[in-house]
């Protein structure tokens, strides 16, 4: 099975600063997705990023990026310049495809609640 | 474009009692979700439907039922409330996994 590890139950920030989310998984899969959701205080699950697991260039999405390091097992999130509406909850999430359903499960970590301070 | 809706958004019941949450996406997504977060635990999955008329049990189905009625919609339902099932429940649906999910907004369900 499974299993993501958000080692860092609560980060803040300064304003304007960098910051990086750590993120490990486990998993004896080839080809799988990862990804980062943001959870604002208004429980909307919003989609930050998503890494494809055979693709060694790591993705960005405007101030967001990961390093993602296969052999490790670790994906870790960069935000830089974070500004006071990146506070949130983020969670690590590590993609599957549920064996011949056509579906595919998202095994999320249990969270990082990050402030960022004025 | 609403993606996916979730009703209610709150929730109160009684233990014993039964409800029905529902869940509907617009955007022809074949698989839909059932999700349940609980603070310091994630989301874990309850259920899953890869498409209409067909449903299976995720890591953590025990209390719950679930109905894919048609490719648009998919309910979660409770059949006796218990307090362990006080938690935020999340809908979602998907085209491809490597896409990830749209979530719908949450339904915070209380049991007393």
């Known amino acids: 099975a499974q299993t993501v590890t958000q080692s860092q139950p609560e980060m803040s920030v300064q304003e304007a600063e960098t910051v990086t989310l750590s993120c490990t998984y486990d998993?004896?899969?080839?080809?799988?997705?990862l990804f980062w959701y943001k959870q604002p205080p208004s429980r909307q699950m919003i989609l930050v990023i998503r890494?494809?697991?055979?693709?060694?260039q790591n993705a960005t999405e405007n101030r967001f990026s990961v390093n993602f390091q296969k052999a490790a097992k670790s994906f870790s999130l960069k935000i830089s310049d974070s500004q006071l509406g990146d506070t949130a909850m983020y969670f690590c999430?590590?993609?599957?495809?549920?064996?011949?359903?056509?579906?595919?499960?998202?095994?999320f970590g249990k969270g990082t609640k990050l402030s960022v301070i004025p | 474009n609403a993606g996916v809706t979730q009703t209610p958004k709150f929730q109160v019941l009684k233990t014993g009692q039964s409800m029905t949450l529902q869940c509907a996406q617009d955007?022809?997504?074949?698989?839909m979700y059932w999700y349940r977060q609980d603070p310091g635990m994630g989301l874990r999955l309850i259920y899953y439907?890869?498409?209409?008329?067909?449903?299976d049990k995720g890591e953590v189905p025990n209390g719950y039922n679930v109905s894919r009625l048609n490719k648009r919609e998919f309910s979660l339902r409770l059949e006796s409330a218990a307090p362990s099932q006080t938690s935020v429940y999340f809908c979602?649906?998907?085209?491809?996994?490597?896409?990830?999910?749209?979530f719908g907004s949450g339904t915070r369900l209380t049991v007393v």
């Open positions: 890494q494809e697991a055979y693709k060694q």
């Open positions: 998993t004896s899969e080839n080809n799988y997705y």
């Open positions: 979602a649906s998907s085209i491809q996994g490597n896409y990830g999910y749209t």
């Open positions: 999430a590590f993609m599957k495809l549920l064996s011949g359903a056509g579906s595919y499960q998202l095994t």
């Open positions: 955007m022809n997504h074949n698989s």
């Open positions: 439907s890869a498409s209409e008329g067909t449903t």
